[in-house]
C-alpha cells in the first residue's frame, strides 16, 4: 500500500469511530440536561388519567392546591415558604364603609330569626300560662261547653244543616253554565237564574239564623261566613264563563281578564289544560269551591307536588293559636293571631293539599304607609275579587275612580255589617260604620302623613278602631241578654 491509500484508510476509520461515539455523547449530554434541570422542572404524568388526577408538581415547589387547602384550614403551608399576600396592610386596616343591618339604607331583608325569637316568645309565655292556670284552677275545658258554642242542643244542628244546604246553590250554578254554553238557555233567561241563585243565597241563611233560635252567634257567624265565601265565589265563576262565551263568540286567541282558553305555550310540562266548556264539570266546581281563592279561572297555577313537611307544620300551627283563653289576650292580638292562623297557616294548608300554586294570600301590609294599601294588601284574595269583578267594570261602565272606590268601600262595610249583626240578632250597624270611616281616615292620611307618621296612623287604627266597634258589640250584646239576669 502506498502512502496516499494508507491516509485514506485511517481517515475512514476516524469517520466511522466519530459516527459511532457521537449518539453516546448525545445521550449522555441528554441525560446531563435532564438531570441538571429536573430541579427546576416538573415531571410529565404517565397517562392521561393520572394527569386528570394529579396536577404537575414541581420537585422543589409545594403543590398549589396543598397551598390553598393549608389557606382554608388555616395551616401553615410545609417549608413556611408561604406568605399571604400585602400581609401587612390587611393587618393595619379593618375597617370599610357599610350600614347597620337594621338601617333601612343596608338593604338587609332577612329577619328570620326575628319572627322565629316570636314564636318561641309567644309559646313559652303561653305555656307558662297554660301551666299557671292547670295548678291554680285545674282542668276547665269541658268539651260540651266549646261544642255549645255551635249547638245548644246536641240534636239540632241548624249552622251543619245549613252548610250542607249550600250544595243546592254550587250545583244549580253548574247546571245553568251548562245550559248556557249548549244553547239551551238564552244570555237572558241564565242571567235571570244566576240572580235568583245569588239573591237567596244572601237572605236565605239570614233568615234561618234569625228564626231558628237554637242558633248560636258562633254558629251562624260560621254558616253566614261560608255563604258569603261561596256568593263571591259564585259570582266570579259567572263572569268569567260569560267572558268565555264572549270570547268563544268573536273568537279571540286570548282572554285579557283570565287566562282560560290557552295557547299552546301554555302547554308545558306535561299539564292538562282545559278549554271552554270542557271545564263545566263537577270536580272543577268543587276544586274551585274548596280553592284558597275567590277568583275563578280554568286553568289554576298547580304545584308540582304536596311536600308532606310543609302540610305537617301548617297543621301543627293551626291548634296552637287555639291554646289561649281569649279573656286573657288583648283583643288586637287576637286579631293578629287570626291573620297568622287563617292566612298563613290555614289558607297554606289548603293549598298544599289541592297543590294551589298561587300563594300570595297576603302582602306587607305592616308596612303600610296609607289606609288604602293596607286594605289592598291584607286580604288579597277579596281584593282581586273587587278589582276584577266590581271596581273595574265600575270604571269600564264609566264611573270614576273615586265614586268606583266608595262602592268598594261601601260593599265591604255592608259584609261586615252582614257577619256580625245577623249572627248576634241585634243591628247597630257598627262595623258598618268603622268601615266607610276608612274612606276619610285614608284622604286624610294620604294628604297629611307620609312615611313612618303614615304606618304609625295605620297601625292606631287598627290597633284602637277594630277593638273600639268590638267592644261597643259586646257591650251591646251584654245589655240585651244579661242586664235584666244581674238584675
Not at 475512514?12 to 422542572?41: N, V
Not at 276619610?440 to 307618621?453: C, D, E, H, M, T
Request: glycine share 4%; aromatic share 14%.
Amino acid at each position: 500500500m502506498d502512502g496516499q491509500s494508507v491516509q485514506e484508510s485511517l481517515a475512514e476509520l476516524l469517520t466511522w469511530r466519530q459516527a459511532l461515539e457521537k449518539p453516546a455523547e448525545t445521550i449522555t449530554r441528554k441525560r446531563r440536561s435532564t438531570l441538571s434541570s429536573a430541579k427546576g422542572s416538573s415531571f410529565q404524568p404517565l397517562s392521561d388519567s393520572h394527569a386528570a388526577a394529579s396536577p404537575r408538581t414541581s420537585l422543589g415547589d409545594p403543590n398549589p392546591e396543598d397551598e390553598s387547602r393549608d389557606r382554608r384550614e388555616g395551616n401553615k403551608p410545609k417549608g413556611d415558604k408561604w406568605r399571604p399576600k400585602n400581609d401587612i396592610s390587611a393587618r393595619l386596616s379593618c375597617h370599610k364603609t357599610q350600614q347597620s343591618l337594621l338601617s333601612s339604607s343596608s338593604g338587609y331583608s332577612n329577619y328570620r330569626g326575628v319572627l322565629n325569637w316570636c314564636v318561641v316568645m309567644l309559646v313559652l309565655s303561653n305555656a307558662r300560662l297554660f301551666l299557671e292556670n292547670l295548678l291554680k284552677y285545674g282542668v276547665l275545658v269541658d268539651p260540651v261547653q266549646v261544642v255549645s258554642l255551635f249547638l245548644k242542643d246536641p240534636y239540632s244542628w241548624p249552622a251543619a244543616c245549613l252548610v250542607i244546604v249550600s250544595n243546592v246553590f254550587i250545583v244549580v250554578a253548574l247546571y245553568t253554565e251548562r245550559q248556557l254554553s249548549k244553547g239551551s238557555f238564552s244570555e237572558r233567561v241564565g242571567f235571570l237564574v244566576h240572580f235568583v241563585n245569588l239573591a237567596v243565597m244572601l237572605t236565605f241563611p239570614p233568615a234561618v239564623v234569625l228564626v231558628l233560635p237554637s242558633v248560636t252567634p258562633v254558629g251562624g257567624a260560621f254558616a253566614l261566613g261560608i255563604y258569603t265565601i261561596l256568593f263571591l265565589k259564585l259570582y266570579s265563576y259567572k263572569d268569567v264563563n260569560l267572558w268565555c262565551r264572549e270570547l268563544s263568540t268573536v273568537k279571540a286567541r286570548k282572554l285579557v281578564r283570565s287566562v282560560s282558553c290557552p295557547t299552546p305555550h301554555h302547554f308545558h310540562r306535561g299539564e292538562h289544560k282545559v278549554c271552554y266548556p270542557g271545564n263545566l264539570t263537577i270536580r272543577d266546581m268543587y276544586y274551585f269551591v274548596f280553592a284558597p281563592t275567590l277568583c275563578y279561572e280554568l286553568n289554576f297555577p298547580r304545584s308540582p307536588e304536596i311536600r308532606m313537611s310543609f302540610l305537617l307544620r301548617r297543621l301543627f300551627e293551626m291548634p296552637c293559636f287555639f291554646s289561649m283563653k281569649p279573656l286573657e289576650v288583648p283583643n288586637h292580638l287576637l286579631w293578629l293571631m287570626f291573620f297568622y292562623w287563617f292566612f298563613h297557616s290555614s289558607m297554606n294548608f289548603t293549598a298544599e293539599l289541592l297543590r294551589f300554586g298561587d300563594r300570595q294570600f297576603y302582602k306587607d301590609w305592616w308596612n303600610s304607609e296609607s289606609v288604602t294599601y293596607f286594605w289592598q294588601n291584607w286580604n288579597i284574595p277579596v281584593h282581586k275579587w273587587c278589582l276584577r269583578h266590581f271596581y273595574k267594570p265600575l270604571l269600564r261602565k264609566g264611573f270614576s275612580k273615586i265614586a268606583s272606590q266608595s262602592a268598594v268601600f261601601f260593599l265591604s262595610a255592608f259584609f261586615h255589617e252582614y257577619l256580625v249583626s245577623v249572627p248576634l240578632r241585634m243591628f247597630r250597624l257598627w262595623a258598618f260604620t268603622g268601615m266607610m270611616a276608612q274612606l276619610p281616615l285614608a284622604w286624610f292620611v294620604g294628604r297629611f302623613l307620609r312615611g313612618n307618621y303614615g304606618n304609625a296612623a295605620v297601625w292606631i287604627s287598627i290597633i284602637i278602631g277594630q277593638p273600639f266597634a268590638v267592644l261597643m258589640y259586646v257591650h251591646d250584646y251584654y245589655v240585651m241578654h244579661h242586664k235584666q239576669e244581674d238584675v
